[in-house]
């Protein structure tokens, strides 16, 4: 008896479900690039219970005659290829002919569509893959498709779904990343009833990056475009002081398709060189526009991952756009100074600025002085209060040694600062540098640990409220942890929808930094998710406070503040690293001296 077996076509349909319908975002992102493909100005994107109760997508576009709605739920069934030259000069979002049959087989389907030239409408209702009902209705112009009960018929597909605010995160995500790629059409997504994102028809590029990028990147997002023979490239690059330390707030799209491509991340990145910190991504969008022949799209069935024919000129033409548009708008501009840079800086000679061209672009000036460290009342805050707090038990710091061989830093001879960055002493036979960031950034590390212990920490209620926009992701995010964020002196509390208002922050943090720290900490979180011990988050936490608030670089010291700053960092357990394990002092006695002027071999 033969036991090789041709599959039932519900069966072949549920496993390629698997591949093109993972969570309710593949489904949105299936159905509203079909709806692209049929001409639509205006998409409506409605969503309860994270999309696993009811997906509907609503389109104006030309809609479909009975014989090809019917034909359109067939496996394999579509207008958009014909031949197999055809597979490789594609122009439109979908080409497979299996999104519609993959998604019916695993819900509850019902499509409704009308052309302009029909009177009347047709609907088709699917349950599981099978066809139970064709009927006339009456029915606007374009295309209504409806998907309940995702994943109804599939109970083991369906216990990996993850809670609804993650699946609605992921469905926000798509749908501002398709809009973004299509700034001329208008969209709109309605979560449980409720309009979440419009984004209006009619916008340009800039426009719709603004939307989507959100209110952090006003006034400080450039505009570019760089059209070659082959490869046009456009798009929006943030200023490098505006950052993420994740890359998916970088959208890239080839020829109107949203793709995510390492390479091409990397090419962004590239054309940042000398001015981001390690570990630190930029915001923007970058449209990539290339002849169909020369990209392939069909490589996975969620058509995300693509292939050039040259991809190293594609690459060069995306960082080359970028670095090129930086380089007009701003001079010597590096994020997050004082701390290791990639590549080299801007004054390096590798892009040279011309004078005429200097005011091309207008822009916030980054501020990169914070001021020391002051342990009374910042400006603009008022009633100091205790924070309760949870107590943590810390790991013990393993100071012992190290302070055992540490040196009497306030008894060094302060013989200045260069570059704004370091202070120079002496002692004995050595020259002392001190990298004040690095240094002030142990100091206030140390300052925040110990009264975190000792439940002493003092916050700050704000006169005027900091507003925190963020994605679901984020403010799903932010929600489950507000708790642990009081406990250290940042009360946050939810403003409706995804914006949040910050009320109170800790001493020692200056107004202007608590937007990026509390972003750095919702980051880190996101990378980690679940993190396995709570002691690790809350040190991650009090060193990125640290971090924003410790002295930048470039910023010039008093003598004065110079020597409280090595009076304070000698009373640190450790006082040689800050909390990332950077030097703070670094010296050369005379035999290192001797040697590098080749005094002796």
């Not at 076509?9 to 496993?15: D, T």
């Not at 029909?118 to 209702?125: C, L, M, Q, V």
């Not at 390096?348 to 091309?360: A, M, T, W």
């Amino acid at each position: 008896m033969s036991t090789i077996r041709i599959l039932p076509e519900i069966l072949s349909n549920k496993i390629a479900a698997g591949e093109v319908v993972q969570r309710p975002s593949f489904v949105v992102k299936e159905l509203v690039e079909n709806s692209l493909d049929a001409g639509s100005t205006s998409i409506s994107v409605e969503i309860e219970k994270g999309g696993k109760s009811l997906i509907r997508i609503s389109d104006n576009g030309c809609g479909l005659y009975r014989d090809d709605a019917l034909l359109s739920i067939e496996r394999y069934a579509t207008s958009k290829i014909f031949t197999t030259q055809d597979l490789f000069s594609i122009s439109t979002m979908g080409f497979r002919g299996e999104a519609l049959p993959s998604i019916a087989s695993v819900s509850k389907f019902t499509l409704v569509t009308r052309t302009r030239e029909s009177d009347i409408g047709t609907k088709i209702e699917i349950a599981g893959g099978k066809l139970f009902k064709v009927s006339d209705i009456g029915a606007p112009v374009g295309t209504m498709v409806e998907v309940k009960k995702l994943f109804f018929n599939t109970p083991a597909r369906k216990k990996f779904l993850k809670s609804d605010n993650t699946e609605i995160s992921h469905i926000a995500d798509v749908i501002s990343g398709i809009a973004l790629g299509n700034p001329g059409i208008g969209f709109r997504l309605f979560l449980n009833k409720r309009l979440v994102k419009n984004f209006p028809s009619g916008q340009d590029f800039f426009q719709r990056s603004l939307a989507v990028l959100g209110k952090d990147v006003s006034g400080n997002l450039y505009s570019f475009k760089d059209e070659g023979q082959l490869v046009s490239v456009s798009g929006t690059c943030s200023n490098p002081a505006v950052t993420r330390s994740y890359s998916n707030r970088i959208y890239l799209f080839v020829n109107h398709r949203l793709v995510y491509d390492r390479g091409l991340v990397a090419a962004v990145i590239q054309g940042y060189r000398g001015r981001l910190m390690k570990g630190r991504f930029p915001l923007g969008a970058v449209s990539i526009n290339i002849p169909f022949d020369h990209v392939d799209v069909n490589v996975h069935p969620s058509k995300r991952e693509i292939k050039f024919s040259n991809p190293q000129s594609v690459y060069q033409a995306v960082s080359t756009a970028v670095a090129n548009v930086l380089f007009w708008a701003q001079k010597n501009v590096t994020a997050y100074t004082g701390q290791d840079l990639v590549g080299p800086s801007a004054e390096s000679g590798e892009i040279k600025k011309q004078d005429s061209q200097k005011n091309i672009y207008t822009h916030e000036k980054v501020d990169r002085e914070v001021a020391f460290l002051s342990y009374g009342h910042l400006p603009g805050m008022a009633d100091t209060e205790r924070i309760e707090q949870a107590r943590f038990q810390w790991p013990n710091s393993g100071s012992t040694d190290i302070s055992k061989n540490k040196k009497s830093l306030s008894s060094l001879t302060i013989l200045g600062q260069v570059m704004g960055t370091y202070i120079v002493a002496q002692k004995n036979n050595s020259l002392i540098l001190v990298d004040q960031h690095a240094a002030h950034e142990r100091v206030v590390y140390e300052t925040l640990k110990k009264r975190n212990q000792a439940l002493s920490v003092q916050s700050q209620t704000l006169l005027v409220p900091e507003t925190l926009d963020l994605t679901h992701k984020e403010a799903d995010l932010l929600n489950s942890i507000l708790k642990d964020l009081s406990g250290l002196g940042i009360k946050i509390e939810p403003f409706g929808g995804t914006t949040f208002i910050v009320k109170s922050i800790p001493q020692l943090i200056e107004k202007k930094q608590i937007k990026p720290l509390v972003m750095e900490i919702i980051e880190s979180f996101l990378e980690t998710q679940n993190p396995s011990s709570k002691v690790n988050w809350l040190e991650s936490c009090l060193i990125s406070m640290a971090c924003h608030t410790a002295i930048r670089a470039n910023k010039t010291m008093l003598q004065r503040e110079m020597v409280q700053l090595l009076e304070d960092l000698e009373r640190c357990e450790n006082p040689f690293h800050c909390p990332h394990g950077r030097p703070t002092i670094i010296s050369f006695d005379a035999k290192q001296m001797e040697k590098l002027f080749k005094r002796v071999v």
